[in-house]
Structure formats: C-alpha cells, structure tokens
C-alpha cells in the first residue's frame, strides 16, 4: 500500500503486513486466516485470505485493503493469488500477482517462478527506476521466492524456524531477510492457540531499489524488525502470527486476528 511506502516500509515488509498467510500442509485441507495493522495504535490496515491445499500444491487468494483513519488519506483496495507447491524440503512458489486500486490508480504484479528462480516479471506501470538504481544482477533472481512463500518456512521445530537467510523478490525489490531467535512465547486468536517462535530480522536490500533512499537505508541500519511464526496442525510448515516493523513515523504492526483450520 502507499501510505505503507511512504511510511519507509519497502514493498517487501508491504507484502508480509497485508498479505500473511496459514502455512500449507499435505493433505486436503482449507484454512482462514485475517490480519490487522496498526500503527500508534490506529487501524490502517486489514487483510483476509483463504488457503487451499490439495496433495502438496497451495492456492492462496485473498483481498486486503485500508482501513479505520488511514482510509480517509489512503483509499487502497487489492486482491492477491498465490500458488506453489510443499514438499518435505520446503515451500516452491509458482506464481504470485497482486493487483491493487489506490485512489484513480491501478497497479499490478506478477511473478512466474520455474525450480525455485524467477521466470518472469510483469508491472503495470512499470517501475519508475530513479537514479542511483541499483539494478538487477543475472544471478539475484536465482534460488528466490515472493514475500507470502518466502515466509512458510518448513522446520522440524519452533526454535530451528529462525537461524537462516529468507531470499525475497516481489517484482520490484530483492532483498534478505536474515532471521535470529528471539524467543518462544504464548499465541492466541480465533482458531488458534499454542507457542509461537519469534525471530529478530536483519533487512538487506540487495536490488531494485533507488540507492541511498532514506526509508531503504533506515530498514537497513535502524529499523527493529520482528516476525513470530506458528504452525497450524502437524504441516511442519510455520507461517506469521504477528510482526512487528519500525519506520520512519512509527512502529507498523501486524496481528492474527484469525488463523484457523476449517476442513
């Protein structure tokens, strides 16, 4: 959303706050899953999301848009589709497209995966590259997934969830996000009650993005950025619960308001 651009969240931590997602699992099975995010308390945002899941491939679509005060300033509506599939070595997305309405503008994302590396990218409008770019290297597509996958991390347990390099593409910005254990605590909200393992999260932009850019450089050396992970039934896949981002103006923060099995 651009009221979240704005605020020095890049369209990386976009995607996450407005766009998490249950983890899939390896049977039939649908989940519900709807966020809120704040910030000094206020609701700017709400997101919704169902997530299918039929022997081993995830579709996930869904709708998010601003909400409370900030829809007085940034009247912003999307929908979002995701598929891929899950396996015992992880989450493999295959496509991913976000389309979205802010004010008189439309704008559109789509992403083709093919063995785990982009294939294609589509924008619309396409990305006004400000100097200095940081352009795209042949190799920073490789090995990547969107925001929504990138963060249904297959683990044996909550503690290993952290400990690890997320490599994130979301049609504009590459970046990583290095995770750090930071404890276990108590989670819950509708359809859901249990631990949740928070993990301390190091943002490095890697490309496509305008160098030196005041919001890129505060994400990258100020922000405090935290993420908490739970896993719906035996999946062994731990999707977010809560995160939490500092920017510029505040902390953004994002909460399940539900996260739930339905069949």
Known sequence: MDFLRRSG????????????????????ETYKTEYGVSIFGLNIARSGFETK???GS?????????SGLARIFDQTDGTIRVSGSASSTGVWPASYE??????????????DFSGGSVSAVQNTPPIKKRKPWVEAGPNDLKSVADPLSGLMIQAG???SVCGRTVHIFDGQTRADLQLSFAGIKPFATKGFKGNAVTCSVKFLPISGYQK?????????NKS????????????GIYAPVAASIGTQIGTVSV?????EKIN
Request: aromatic share 10%; proline share 3%.
């Open 157 to 159: 347990d909550p503690k």
């Open 98 to 111: 976000v389309k979205y309405k802010n004010g008189k503008k439309n704008k559109r994302t789509l992403i």
């Open 9 to 28: 969240a890049t369209a990386i931590f976009c995607g996450l706050a407005l766009a998490l997602a249950g983890g899939p699992a390896f049977a039939l």
């Open 58 to 66: 995830y579709d996930l679509s869904g709708t998010l848009s601003s």
């Open 224 to 235: 405090k950025v935290s993420i908490s992970f739970a896993s719906l039934g035996n999946s």
């Open 53 to 55: 899941v039929n022997g």
């Open 255 to 259: 909460f399940a308001t539900r996260f």
């Open 212 to 220: 030196g850019k005041k919001a890129i450089e505060y994400l990258k």
